[in-house]
């Protein structure tokens, strides 16, 4: 599946500081990307690691082509 660089995407704060956003295929209207964030904390952590690669893991499954 080719992402195109613009795409439309939804932030939702889902409490104790996270961040979800979701992006959207423009043409589709399919999910194909998900970012997940620990808002307001500046220094590196496990759990902000933890999120990006569970952001990265569910991007690529949203994206696999059966």
């Known amino acids: 599946m080719s ?3 613009r795409r439309p995407c939804i932030t939702q704060d889902v409490g104790q500081g996270l961040s ?3 992006s959207y295929h423009p043409k589709t209207n399919e999910p194909i990307e998900v970012f997940l964030v620990e808002r307001g ?3 590196d952590t496990p759990m902000r690691d933890a ?3 569970l952001g990265v893991t ?3 499954l ?3 082509d059966d």
């Open 41 to 43: 904390k500046a220094s």
């Open 58 to 60: 569910a991007s690529k």
């Open 62 to 64: 949203m994206q696999h």
């Open 3 to 5: 992402i195109p660089n």
């Open 20 to 22: 979800v956003t979701v």
């Open 51 to 53: 999120l990006y690669n």
